[in-house]
C-alpha cells in the first residue's frame, strides 16, 4: 500500500508539471493584442493611417472641439484676397459669401491662391459646396503652396473619395491615394465640412467631423492657402467653397 500510495503521489507531482506551463505563457501571449491596437491607429504622432475605413475608434473619429485663437476667417467677400480666373475651360469667382469654381470640362485645370499664409500649426474649417459635378472630375484645397516641402493637395471627387498628395515643381507624389470617405455625401447636389489639423508634425483630415486619415509632415511649413479644381472630360462641375475659418490648434 505505501508503495502504491508513492506511486500515486509520484504520477501527481509529475503529471502538474505541464499543468503550469501554460499559465506562464498566457500573459505573453495575451499582451500584443492592446499594443496592436495602439499601434495601428493615429492615436500617437507616430501614426499614420487606419487599416480599414471602420476600424477608427469612436474616441478619435470627431473632429477637435477645442480651438485656438482665430487666426484667420473668411466669407468671400472680399475679391482682393483670392485670384480670379477666367479661361475656356472654366472660370473662378469671388462673391455672394462664396467662392465659385466652374469647371466647362475640356480636360481644364483652375487654380486660386489666396492671400491667406498657412502656418505650420492650425485647424481648418470650410464648407464644399457641389451644385453640379461630372464623374471624375476632383477639387480640393491647396496647403503651404510652394513651400520648403512643396505643395500638399487634398482632392476630392463626385465619388466621395479623398487623395492627398505633394507637388515639388512639376513633380507631384502620392501621399495618400485615392479611398472612400466616411461620412461623404457624393454627387451633387452634396454639401461637405472639410476639417484639417496640422500639428506636431502631423496633418489629420476630417470630413463633416468624422475622422479620415493622418499623415506625418514637416513642422516648419508655412504657406498659402488656395483652392484647385480638375475635369476628368468634357462634362461640367460647379464647386463652392464658403465659411472659411483657420485656427490655432
Not at 500617437?44 to 473632429?63: C, L, M, Y
Not at 475656356?88 to 486660386?112: D, E, H, Q, Y
Not at 481648418?124 to 459635378?133: G, N, P, T
Amino acid at each position: 500500500m505505501v508503495i502504491a500510495l508513492c506511486a500515486m503521489g509520484a504520477c501527481v507531482g509529475v503529471g502538474g508539471a505541464p499543468t503550469q506551463a501554460p499559465e506562464l505563457i498566457l500573459p505573453a501571449t495575451a499582451s500584443p493584442e492592446p499594443s496592436a491596437t495602439i499601434d495601428w491607429f493615429p492615436r500617437t504622432p507616430t501614426a499614420t493611417f487606419p487599416t480599414q475605413p471602420g476600424s477608427v475608434p469612436a474616441e478619435i473619429t470627431q473632429t477637435p472641439q477645442a480651438r485656438g485663437e482665430a487666426l484667420f476667417s473668411d466669407d468671400f467677400s472680399d475679391e482682393a484676397l483670392w485670384q480670379a480666373q477666367a479661361q475656356s475651360t472654366g472660370n473662378i469667382k469671388v462673391g455672394s459669401g462664396a467662392l465659385s469654381v466652374a469647371l466647362k470640362g475640356f480636360m481644364g485645370l483652375l487654380v486660386s491662391t489666396s492671400q491667406h499664409d498657412l502656418p505650420a500649426s492650425f485647424f481648418l474649417e470650410v464648407m464644399v459646396d457641389v451644385s453640379l459635378c461630372s464623374e471624375g472630375d476632383q477639387y480640393g484645397l491647396l496647403l503651404w503652396q510652394n513651400s520648403v516641402a512643396g505643395t500638399y493637395r487634398l482632392w476630392m471627387n463626385c465619388a466621395g473619395e479623398l487623395r492627398l498628395d505633394r507637388q515639388i515643381y512639376a513633380s507631384v507624389g502620392v501621399v495618400s491615394d485615392w479611398q472612400q470617405a466616411r461620412k461623404f455625401q457624393p454627387g451633387a447636389p452634396a454639401r461637405n465640412k472639410i476639417g484639417l489639423l496640422a500639428e506636431a508634425g502631423e496633418l489629420k483630415v476630417y470630413i463633416n467631423d468624422t475622422f479620415q486619415f493622418s499623415v506625418p509632415i514637416r513642422q516648419d511649413l508655412e504657406g498659402p492657402l488656395g483652392v484647385i479644381a480638375q475635369s476628368a472630360g468634357n462634362g461640367a462641375s460647379t464647386i463652392l467653397f464658403s465659411d472659411l475659418a483657420v485656427y490655432q490648434p
